[in-house]
């Protein structure tokens, strides 16, 4: 019996599991996603260009899937030197 409860509970792990991670694939390759997510840093990057020193703005991340207990959310790191 214990048995039995613990293969349907790995069971139901893996499912969620498995759906989680699909969430997260069709967020990162949402096509509505991606567009506002470039769109957002261009302006950033255009915004550091003002006040940062020139050719130090850069992307090293962009449309990186960060995932939590709860929610994943596509981010972008934009950085520069003042």
Avoid at 9 to 24: K, M, P, S, V
Avoid at 27 to 42: C, G, P, S, T, Y
């Amino acid at each position: 019996n214990t048995t039995s409860t613990t293969a349907t509970a790995t069971t139901i792990q893996q499912i969620q599991e498995e759906r989680d991670y699909q969430l997260a694939l069709e967020l990162q390759q949402d096509v509505k996603n991606r567009a506002e997510n470039l769109m957002i840093v261009d302006l950033l990057r255009n915004d550091l260009h003002r006040v940062c020193e020139p050719g130090s703005v850069h992307v090293p991340k962009l449309m990186d899937i960060e995932s939590f207990a709860t929610v994943h959310q596509m981010v972008s790191t934009i950085r520069g030197t003042l």
